[in-house]
């Protein structure tokens, strides 16, 4: 009898065609798409249509367009987080992992695809993000008279940070649904952290230095370096790190939450 391939792209094929064979992937995107661009399109009509008008300290205009398109990242990095979770602990909720192994005995190696699936899933929903962020919100700054700047490098040079930082966030699920099987225990995590307990910890770390610069680290701060706009560090005054490092603290998550996870969770017996 022979035995089964176990390559890297037989393992990808396979994770590929789980994701696409479920409705878990467009309906994320769906949503996500539809939050980013009533974001985008909000913030575009009020500090491009009113801002001239409000009071207090205005955004300079060739700032704004950047800080509109952002976010794609800034609020809809919550969905590549989700989507690679949820694709790691619905295996573990319904024992799909079982026949995956037989048919690849090598776990490491079902990891390993799962993981370069799901990049590439996150890159995809980058790029769903910004096109709805990009599109509604260039739309709006043009129709009041600002610059919505898509000739310029510096916007597409954004467009390709903020497409990586997507699929790292992927990933970072991916390290997550990994390291805590249960699919209601890794929503509850996500959507807790993201929405309420990184924010205020990104709010208080604010008012000292020590603790500004610890906070540069959270995963939400890297992200942010990383993209190089957003509308958190355009409240707070920026944040320590350059693109590069906000990048490679993303990928530390993800890396580190996968590994620990693969020698936990992952190597155990399913049944």
Do not use: H, N
């Given at each position: 009898m022979s035995r089964p391939r176990t390559s890297v792209a037989t393992a990808i094929a396979s994770e590929?065609?789980?994701?696409?064979?479920?409705?878990?992937?467009?309906?994320?995107?769906?949503?996500?798409?539809?939050?980013?661009?009533?974001?985008?399109?909000?913030?575009?009509?009020?500090?491009?249509?009113?801002?001239?008008?409000?009071?207090?300290?205005?955004?300079?205009?060739?700032?704004?367009?950047?800080?509109?398109?952002?976010?794609a990242t800034s609020v809809g990095y919550v969905f590549p987080v989700l989507l690679g979770a949820l694709a790691v602990t619905s295996e573990f909720r319904f024992q799909s992992l079982t026949p995956t192994f037989l048919a690849i005995p090598r776990r490491g190696l079902v990891l390993t695809g799962k993981l370069v699936t799901l990049l590439?899933?996150?890159?995809?929903?980058?790029?769903?993000?910004?096109?709805?962020s990009m599109g509604v919100g260039a739309g709006i700054l043009a129709a009041v008279g600002v610059d919505p700047l898509l000739g310029e490098p510096e916007v597409w040079a954004f467009v390709g940070r903020s497409i990586l930082a997507m699929a790292l966030w992927s990933a970072i699920g991916v390290g997550l649904g990994t390291l805590v099987p249960s699919q209601v225990a890794a929503i509850v995590i996500v959507l807790a952290f993201t929405q309420f307990v990184e924010p205020l910890l990104r709010l208080g770390a604010s008012f000292t230095d020590w603790s500004a610069q610890v906070a540069q680290y959270l995963p939400g701060s890297a992200s942010?370096?990383?993209?190089?706009?957003?509308?958190?560090?355009?409240?707070?005054?920026?944040?320590?790190?350059?693109?590069?490092?906000?990048?490679?603290?993303?990928?530390?998550?993800?890396?580190?939450?996968?590994?620990i996870g693969f020698f936990t969770s992952w190597r155990r017996d399913v049944s």
């Open positions: 590929t065609t789980k994701l696409l064979t479920t409705r878990l992937w467009w309906v994320l995107a769906v949503i996500m798409a539809g939050y980013v661009a009533l974001c985008a399109g909000g913030i575009a009509a009020i500090l491009g249509g009113l801002g001239s008008a409000a009071s207090g300290p205005q955004i300079p205009e060739a700032q704004l367009p950047l800080l509109v398109y952002s976010f590439v899933a996150g890159a995809a929903f980058g790029a769903i993000a910004l096109a709805a942010d370096a990383l993209v190089g706009s957003s509308i958190y560090t355009a409240m707070s005054g920026g944040t320590g790190l350059v693109w590069w490092q906000g990048g490679l603290v993303l990928a530390a998550y993800a890396l580190v939450t996968t590994v």
